[in-house]
């Protein structure tokens, strides 16, 4: 298997080789950089919770709330639509958005007796772990390639300020090519004094003191992706099945390997196999794939097996 992504990989290169020294002038396009905004779901929880966000209920929207900021993207957009109920945007090829939230400061200027910002010594936000205290709020984000599993891509805590997320950092156009779900944590907690009253002539008027608590969770999510290329991808089509296959002896993290024996439940089993697509010719060696100028290449996998028998 290694020596097949080496050989991948040397293709990718040539190939962006020749287009890098094709190209004369910049990638023009009728799409023009636009702002966004979007509007999110807003979560209440209570002193104790650590922001489940998951496995909770949305009680009101970004508009129709007192938020932390407001979130926006921008890009060359080119086609809003949607995908899984999510709102998407198609992405003009060889571009990248950026991601912004800009801060509103109300919350931390409100007086005691308002609801207003403090800090939450807590770490955990939707079973993220963010390594430190939330402090005066905390920015997560996240990506996924189906919307359901969501991985931990940058975060902030102890905000103050506007954020942004923009090409490496957090975004990128590997993201964009295959099409990606992004998701926006805002966690953080306020309160609100009532300072009570005292009644000299009767006691049974008098309250004390006391303190509320809120925590609150914005969560702002859409897809983003290039123009999908299946069928814009012309040339010959090679498909790697000389293929080398290893077993991980880390199971939980994917590392080392190790040689899969007559024992092994997995021996002879082939998965599925690799295929470069798009390109027009060979190169010197059988590991370099030259392709045209315009077109595009497409590296897939064809999977081969019932994915779902997996674990039975």
């Known amino acids: 298997m290694r020596n097949t992504m080496n050989k991948m990989f040397s293709a990718i290169i040539a190939a962006v080789i020749l287009m890098s020294f094709s190209f004369i002038s910049p990638l023009t396009t009728n799409a023009k950089e636009q702002t966004v905004s979007i509007v999110g779901r807003v979560y209440e929880f209570e002193e104790k919770s650590e922001y489940e ?20 993207i921008t890009g060359d957009i080119s086609k809003e639509y949607t995908n899984k109920g999510f709102t998407a945007y198609e992405i003009t090829d060889g571009t990248i958005i950026s991601i912004q939230y800009k801060y509103d400061s109300t919350l931390k200027n409100a007086s005691k007796s308002e609801w207003h910002l403090v800090e939450d010594g807590k770490n955990i936000v939707n079973k993220v772990d963010l390594g430190d205290d939330i402090d005066y709020g905390a920015v997560i984000l996240q990506t996924s390639f189906d919307g359901e599993k969501w991985f931990k891509a940058k975060t902030h805590r102890n905000i103050s300020g506007d954020i942004s997320f ?38 049974f008027d ?19 992706g290039y123009k999908k290329s299946d069928t814009e991808v012309v040339g010959k089509e090679f498909n790697y099945r000389d293929q080398d296959y290893v077993k991980s002896t880390d199971k939980n993290n994917y590392v080392g390997s190790g ?32 392709k045209t100028v315009g077109n595009k290449i497409k590296l897939s996998f064809k999977l081969e097996q019932d994915i779902k028998k997996l674990n039975r």
């Open 53 to 72: 966000v998951d496995s909770s209920k949305s009680t009101s929207t970004s508009e129709n709330s007192q938020t932390l900021g407001q979130f926006s």
């Open 166 to 203: 923009s090409d490496g950092n957090g975004i990128n156009d590997i993201q964009l090519v295959n099409g990606c779900f992004y998701r926006l944590i805002v966690a953080y907690k306020t309160e609100k004094t009532d300072p009570g009253h005292f009644s000299i002539t009767n006691v």
């Open 206 to 224: 008098t309250e004390l003191s006391y303190t509320e608590c809120k925590k609150y969770a914005e969560v702002y999510s859409f897809y983003a």
């Open 259 to 290: 040689s899969i024996g007559s024992k092994d439940p997995h021996y002879g089993w082939n998965l599925g196999t690799f295929c470069l697509s798009g390109y027009t010719d060979t190169g010197d060696t059988s590991d370099i794939y030259l």
